[in-house]
């Protein structure tokens, strides 16, 4: 999946397409309205689910029209993300994870004959701790999870356990955008592992140029158009996706970030992910039962 962040890939899970058809291209793109943040649902901090409907903003039906019972966290229900790429689903919050476990329960006793849930703390601990002792012990309480899981599933039933993507251990490896790019360079989208770098007018040549000369030792430096021939959001792209692009793709190689003063957090992350390394791209998928 390209980029490898929550937003572009649990939107390719529940629509079954690639980014280049749902639109929903990276974690902050560019819009009209300026650089939306898909997760927050806003622009420069401020709340834009009126003025930019998500429903409108990724038209694709999750599940296939479907409607099936979705368990994710509560505090979720009405956020844009959410509506972008679960409208119309069936929504349990649940508010603490045992009650991830009792929902998918009561699901499944209803014959339900498919419920998605989703779980985000490996992907929270990862990004403020790091890779460490904290992540493993995280992913020993998964195996819990996992295994409460498949203690309620009715018989000839099935758990598919995925991930949305991998993650990288970056900490304070922040990489400044040398002045010649900075100079050439309008505005910032994506992340600091996939960065979109938007050219001045007329300048898509010079900061192509800069940003190879002094950032291509710790990343790749693709032009848009390049990014396209090589099918990395799909083989089609629709006219709104590519215009949420921005003129160069400065995508991590090395265990580090690209900065960017607009795209800030509650805390420094330590875990990163984003680019197309094989730790970030490759995921687990597992399948067990009773």
């Known amino acids: 999946m390209c980029p490898t962040t929550t937003s572009t890939a649990l939107t390719s899970i529940t629509t079954g397409t690639p980014p280049g058809q749902h639109g929903v291209v990276g974690y902050r793109m560019a819009t009209e309205g300026g650089v939306l943040n898909v997760l927050r649902w806003s622009v420069g901090g401020r709340d834009v689910r009126g003025s ?11 599940f296939c029209s479907q409607r099936p019972a979705i368990v994710t966290r509560a505090e979720f229900a009405q956020s844009g993300f959410t509506r972008v790429h679960l409208d119309g689903a069936r929504f349990r919050g649940y508010r603490v994870l045992s009650t991830l476990v009792t929902e998918v329960r009561q699901a499944l006793q209803r014959h339900e004959p ?26 020993s309480a998964i195996d819990m999870l996992v295994s409460n899981l498949i203690g309620v599933l009715p018989r000839r039933a099935a758990l598919v356990v995925t991930a949305d993507h991998g993650q990288v251990e970056v900490g304070d490896n922040m990489v400044r955008l040398h002045p010649e790019v900075m100079a050439n360079c309008s505005v910032q989208s994506g992340e600091g592992r996939f960065r979109w770098l938007h050219a001045r007018p007329g300048r898509a040549s010079d900061l192509i140029g800069a940003a190879r000369r002094h950032h291509a ?9 390049e990014v396209l021939e090589q099918g ?6 629709t006219e709104a996706a590519a215009g949420r692009l921005g003129d160069v793709a400065l995508v991590a190689r090395d265990d580090v970030a690209y900065f960017d003063p607009e795209d800030t957090g509650p805390y420094l992350l330590v875990g990163r992910h984003g680019s197309m390394t094989e730790a970030e791209v490759r995921v687990p998928l597992l399948v067990g039962g009773p």
């Open 217 to 225: 030792d710790t990343g790749w430096v693709v032009s848009r158009q």
């Open 114 to 139: 498919f419920v998605y849930a989703y779980y985000d703390g490996l992907d929270k601990v990862g990004h403020e701790y790091g890779l460490g002792e904290h992540f493993n012990a995280e992913l």
């Open 52 to 62: 930019e409907p998500p429903e409108k903003f990724q038209t694709i039906e999750p």
């Open 232 to 237: 990395w959001f799909g083989p089609v792209v």
